[in-house]
């Protein structure tokens, strides 16, 4: 067999305080995972279970940001309104699904930062019309991502402090023990809907305070304890 061109390569993220890195597999999202992020883009947290999109896994979508790093993404074609969103991200270590939330955990390889970048504008278009996300979501060099650090360094995590600043000045400011629905939860959830394998990622949704980045600007993602991601727009 020859292929016709080469295959795209895995994307993978290095795995802090050893020399491994994380091959990436499937990179799922979590919607409005905050009440005052949900209470900003107009619902009410309340009554909402946890829904879930997708971004891609290839080497245009997923960007490794080393620790000391500043990355620069290009700002994206298609967007007048191109928004940050910190989060904590997950990263999945076991096969399973219809995880008990109990366990969820002992599926936890570690965690790392990341930005779940969004063309808003688009995104709320499709909203309005009842259409996917993809385009507001899913676009190329949207899901930066820092190193991971391993659950056996982190313990289980429920409480950090979570934040983004643009260009030095604070716009996002939070806690993970605020998340609506805990990381355990979210792994129990999504297990009973895709059989969850090592490599996955999850990304447990935004505090409030999300806006526009513009040419220029230098974003610094910081949760307690991870090294900041720093990501600059083009
Ligand atoms: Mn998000």
Redesign the pocket.
């Known amino acids: 067999m020859s292929l016709a061109f080469a295959p795209m390569s895995v994307v993978t993220l290095p795995v802090q305080g050893t020399d491994l890195q994380f091959p990436v597999r499937r990179v799922y999202?979590?919607?409005r995972n905050y009440a005052a992020h949900a209470r900003e883009m107009g619902f009410d947290p309340d009554r909402e279970p946890p829904f879930f999109f997708c971004k891609p896994n290839d080497p245009e979508s997923i960007v490794p940001v080393a620790a000391s790093q500043t990355m620069t993404l290009p700002y994206p074609a298609g967007t007048e309104n191109f928004h940050y969103?910190i989060?904590l991200v997950v990263a999945i270590g076991r096969r399973g699904s219809s995880i008990p939330v109990e366990e969820a955990s002992s599926y936890i390889y570690g965690y790392a930062v990341g930005l779940?970048m969004?063309r808003r504008d688009l995104q709320m278009k499709m909203r309005e019309q009842g259409r996917p996300w993809e385009i507001g979501k899913a676009f190329d060099f949207s899901a930066p991502v820092g190193p991971i650090r391993p659950i056996e360094d982190t313990g289980a995590l429920k409480n950090a402090s979570i934040s983004l600043r643009v260009d030095g000045e604070t716009r996002q400011s939070s806690d993970i023990s605020h998340l609506i629905w805990s990381v355990d939860e979210v792994i129990a959830n999504l297990s009973t809907l895709f059989t969850l394998e090592p490599g996955d990622l999850i990304?447990s949704?935004?505090p409030e305070g999300v806006g526009p980045v513009v040419s220029g600007q230098t974003m610094v993602g910081a949760i307690d304890g991870f090294p900041d991601l720093t990501v600059k727009v083009a």
Request: glycine share 20%.
């Open positions: 999202c979590v919607g969103e989060e779940d969004t990304f949704g935004t």
